[in-house]
């Protein structure tokens, strides 16, 4: 089988959201849905010397996230209606909705945070790779949108073998659980997952609810 992924460069990122409003745009999406989100991780601080200089570890990054068509989808396994499956061609796993009884079984299983019950809808809705798109030989809509070309599309083993197997930074959780066919750049300042020294800051908008 085929399986295709997304690389993300987080050295090129600037954060500015355009893949996720070209998606938006290309998908017809209502404004409380959004199939890709860019979160933005900041940390650090300053800290004063005794002479009254300041020094500073202070960062931020961003890091453009969609679905990653794991190896083993947790939302697929949690679906109590058969309604997610992984394409045997291309490795992309798709929500059909009139199997998705709305139960919110994926949305709860997903560590990325990716299905969203769509209320006006009825059902689950999720990146499914532009797979109409990709299976006519075109890029998914976000990578063509990216102004920095921090994002790429194609066959995983390819994007691993041009830019290596990180799969995961903050604030993304392990790779362990689901193995994520995504390969990423970090840039200088990203972090391991689990890193506990920065927060999201734009909480409110990747998940609907605000920061603690
Ligand atoms: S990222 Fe989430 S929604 Fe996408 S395949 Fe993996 S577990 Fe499923
Ligand atoms: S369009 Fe490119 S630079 Fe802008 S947020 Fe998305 S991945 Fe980052």
Redesign the pocket.
Known sequence: MTQYGFY?DSS?????????MACKDYKDLSQTVAFRK?YDYEGGTWTAADDGSYTTDAYAY?V?LACNHCDMPACMGACPSGAIDKDQKTGIVRIHDDKCTASGACVEACPYNVPILDTEKGYAVKCDLCYDRVTNGQNPI?IE????R??EFGEIEDLRAKYGDTAAIAPMPSPDETQPNIAIKACDAAKEPGDSTGAIVNEMEVTGTPAA
């Open positions: 993300f090129r990122c600037t954060g500015c959201k355009t893949c996720e860019v961003h453009s976000c949108a990216c102004p920095l921090a994002l």
